[in-house]
C-alpha cells in the first residue's frame, strides 16, 4: 500500500523526534511491504524565518491533500515576540480548521515499566491508568470572536465560548464509538451549572447516551474532573469535553504517567485524514541535544497507522516494539532512573526500529 504523508517537523525537538518517528515507519515499511513517501513542509518558527509566515499556502495545500499529516512541534522563544497574526501556532489553528480535524484523541497511559515514575502514591497508580481524551478541537472558546475595547476608560477584553448542536454531536459520537472500542464506559465534562453552551452540550449528550445504551455514561463538572484526575484516575476510561476544558485536562493527565515525552496524539476529521503528533511542545530547553524522548511520536505513528492507514496490525507492531524497549531497560534522560541504560533520542528511534 502507498501512503503519503506530508511531514511537518516544525521547531526545537521537532525535526530529532520525528526523524526517529520515520525511522520506525520505514521499518513499517519494509516488514509489511507498504510505501510510506514523505513531503516536508515548513511550520511555525522555521516557517516564518523562511516565508514570513507560520506556514505557506502550498504548504497547506499540500497537508489538505495527503493521505495523513505528521507534526513534530512548532513554536520557541525566538518567535514569542513576532506579530500574533503570524505566530507560530497560528498555524497548528490554521490546519485544524482546514482540515477539519474536530477531534482530538490523547490516551493516557501509564506504562507498566514506568509506574515510579508517575507524581502520584502507589496507592493511586497501583491498578495502573489507561484513559483516552476525547477533545474538541475546532470550537468553543480559542475559535470564537475575541476583541479588546475601551470601556469607561479601562480596557476590557472578550472571548466568545461558542457551540452549535452538530459540533457538539459529532464529538460526541467518536467520544461514544470510542467507548465502545474500549471498557464501554463515557464521562462528559462540562460546567453546565454556569455556562449555557455547556448546557447545550449536556443535551446533545444526553440526547446520545440514549442511543449508545451500551456505554455507561455520566457527567462531571470540570472543576470535579480535574481532581478525580488526582484522587482516583482509574476511574476514567474515555473522556469527552470541549476544547479549552481538554487542552487543560489532557495536560493534567498527561503529567499522571511521569513524563509528556512518552504521549501521543491523533486529530481526526470526517474523512481518514488526520494529524498525529505528541501532546508536548518544541521543548527549546533541550532542543539540538539529541537527548529528547522520542516516544510520543513515534506512538503518534502507531495511531496514525491504526485511525487513518487501517493497519491494525502493523499499529501494534509499533506498540509493541516500544513496550520491548522499556521492558529491556532503555530510557531516555527524562525517564531515566538509576539502574537503566540511559539511551539519546537517536538510539531509541533505532532500538525501537529494530525491534519491528
Ligand atoms: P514543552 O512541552 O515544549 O516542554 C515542557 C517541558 O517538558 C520542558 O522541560 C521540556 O524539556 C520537556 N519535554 C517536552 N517534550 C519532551 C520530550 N519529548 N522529551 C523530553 N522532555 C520533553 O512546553 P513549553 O516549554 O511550555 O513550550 C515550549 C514551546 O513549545 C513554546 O513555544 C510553546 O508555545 C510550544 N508548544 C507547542 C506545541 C505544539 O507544537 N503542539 C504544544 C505546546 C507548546
Known sequence: MVKNITVLKGDGIGPEIVNEAIKVLDKIGEKYSHSFKYTEVDIGGC??????????????????????????????????????SIRPEKALLAVRSELGLFANLRPTKLFAQLADSSPLKESIVGNGIDLMIVRELTGGIYFGDRRTEVV????????????????IERIGRVAFE???????????????????????WRAVMHRLAEEY????????????????????????????????????????????????????????????????????????????????NPIG????????????????????????????????????ADIYKDGFTKVKCSEMGSIIAANI
Open 213 to 292: 445504551s451500551d456505554v455507561e455514561y455520566s457527567d462531571v463538572l470540570v472543576d470535579n474532573a480535574a481532581m478525580q484526575l488526582i484522587k482516583n484516575p482509574s476511574q476514567f476510561d474515555v473522556i469527552v469535553t470541549e476544547n479549552m476544558f481538554g487542552d487543560i485536562l489532557s495536560d493534567e493527565a498527561s503529567m499522571l504517567t511521569g513524563s509528556i515525552g512518552m504521549m501521543p496524539s491523533a486529530s481526526l476529521s470526517d474523512s481518514t485524514l488526520g494529524m498525529y503528533e505528541p501532546i508536548h511542545g518544541s521543548a527549546p530547553d533541550i532542543a539540538g541535544m539529541d537527548i529528547a
Open 47 to 84: 516557517s516564518i524565518d523562511k516565508h514570513g509566515v507560520p506556514i505557506t499556502k502550498e504548504g497547506m495545500e499540500l497537508c489538505k491533500s495527503a493521505d495523513s499529516v505528521l507534526l513534530g512541534a512548532v513554536g520557541g522563544p525566538k518567535w514569542d515576540s513576532v506579530d500574533p
Open 152 to 167: 469607561d476608560g479601562e480596557k476590557v477584553a472578550v472571548d466568545e465560548m461558542k457551540y452549535s448542536e452538530h459540533e
Open 178 to 200: 470510542s467507548a465502545r472500542k474500549r471498557s464501554h464506559r463515557l464521562a462528559s465534562v462540562d460546567k453546565a451549572n454556569v455556562l449555557d453552551s455547556s448546557r447545550l
Open 297 to 332: 511520536t513515534i506512538m503518534s505513528c502507531a495511531m496514525m497507522l491504526r485511525y487513518s492507514f487501517d493497519m491494525v496490525k502493523e499499529a501494534d507492531d509499533i506498540e509493541a516494539a516500544v513496550n520491548k524497549a522499556l521492558d529491556d531497560g532503555y530510557r531516555t
